[in-house]
C-alpha cells in the first residue's frame, strides 16, 4: 500500500482528472500539485519523470521507495499503488 502520493497536474490535462478520479474511486488519498499555479515546481516533476508531460503521479511506499508513472497508465499505475 502506499504511504504518499503525489499527482503533477495542470488545468488543461484531461488524463490528470481520470487518474484522479480513479484513485479517489480506489479510495485513496492524494496531494495534487497543480504546476499551473505552482510553476515553480516544473522543475522538481522534470526531475522525477524524465517527463514534460502530466500527469506524473509519484507514488511513496512504506519502505520510502518511489515508483514514478507518467500518463494515465493503470497497468503501471494499479500494481505501484497496490
Known amino acids: 500500500m502506499a504511504k504518499n502520493i503525489t499527482i503533477f497536474t495542470t488545468n488543461t490535462c484531461a488524463y490528470c482528472g481520470m487518474v484522479k478520479k480513479w484513485l479517489s474511486a ?3 488519498n492524494y496531494e495534487e500539485v497543480n504546476l499551473d499555479e ?15 508531460t502530466v500527469p506524473v503521479t509519484v507514488i511513496t511506499k512504506h519502505d520510502d521507495t518511489r515508483e514514478v508513472v507518467v500518463g494515465y497508465n493503470l497497468a503501471k499505475l494499479a500494481p505501484a499503488v497496490a
Open 26 to 28: 480506489k479510495g485513496m
Open 38 to 52: 505552482q510553476p515553480d515546481r516544473q522543475k522538481e516533476a522534470f526531475e522525477m519523470s524524465g517527463s514534460l
